[in-house]
T-cell receptor, first 116, second 114 residues
Framework: NAGVTQTPKFQVLKTGQSMTLQCAQDMNHNSMYWYRQDPGMGLRLIYYSASEGTTDKGEVPNGYNVSRLNKREFSLRLESAAPSQTSVYFC???????????????FGPGTRLTVL | DAKTTQPTSMDCAEGRAANLPCNHSTISGNEYVYWYRQIHSQGPQYIIHGLKNNETNEMASLIITEDRKSSTLILPHATLRDTAVYYCIVRVGAGGTSYGKLTFGQGTILTVHP
């Protein structure tokens, strides 16, 4: 199992450019998440998808869109990148279950995005 | 989800126990205490969680006070590789309407020194 994978690992954009961050999980998890982390800060939730076919806003959704392409894949799109979106982006997945071992959230390695 | 309060930073000598405190005085009866850590800006890693009983796994122990208003994460024999940011998070468990969402604070920077 690869767990949660993210592409690309690094990206530099100019203000106004668009891009899509890709995330995939191979653990058959129902729920997927996008977080961002600014320097010295904890992670903040951008969007999440509780199950295939549904998406909802998190704490900081402005400037982003998401697509839950299928159960495995959850993408994050920046339509018009701004310097304030310079951050590290983490994707995560999770599934509910009665067994405690299913309660942990698994995170990808992150995408480091710089917007000039 | 209840908010948590953690010290900004802590130090620990290699081989000694690291005890990381967390206050969560507004925790509700159906909320669990979760601990995650983040090493070198990698993705956060789950450590342990509990509801009201003390818990232990291969990584750590979690001690929750009887009134559940605070907890302590214990790394019994800290190594240099345990240097990381440790996050204490409180949220409802599986099946709750939080849909697994995690609310991260700033965490505790644990530095393990030789």
């Amino acid at each position: 199992n690869a767990g949660v994978t993210q592409t690309p690992k690094f990206q530099v954009l100019k203000t106004g450019q668009s891009m899509t961050l890709q995330c995939a999980q191979d653990m058959n998890h129902n729920s997927m998440y996008w977080y961002r982390q600014d320097p010295g800060m904890g992670l903040r939730l951008i969007y999440y998808s509780a199950s295939e076919g549904t998406t909802d806003k998190g704490e900081v959704p402005n400037g982003y869109n998401v697509s839950r392409l299928n159960k495995r894949e959850f993408s994050l799109r920046l339509e018009s990148a701004a310097p304030s979106q310079t951050s590290v982006y983490f994707c995560a997945s999770w599934t509910s279950g009665r067994v405690f071992s299913y309660n942990e959230q698994f995170f990808g390695p992150g995408t480091r995005l710089t917007v000039l | 989800d209840a908010k948590t309060t953690q010290p900004t930073s802590m130090d620990c000598a290699e081989g000694r126990a690291a005890n990381l405190p967390c206050n969560h005085s507004t925790i509700s009866g159906n909320e669990y205490v979760y601990w995650y850590r983040q090493i070198h800006s990698q993705g956060p890693q789950y450590i342990i969680h509990g509801l009201k009983n003390n818990e232990t796994n291969e990584m750590a122990s979690l001690i929750i006070t009887e009134d559940r208003k605070s907890s302590t994460l214990i790394l019994p024999h800290a190594t240099l590789r345990d240097t990381a940011v440790y996050y204490c998070i409180v949220r409802v468990g599986a099946g709750g309407t939080s849909y697994g969402k995690l609310t991260f604070g700033q965490g505790t920077i644990l530095t393990v020194h030789p």
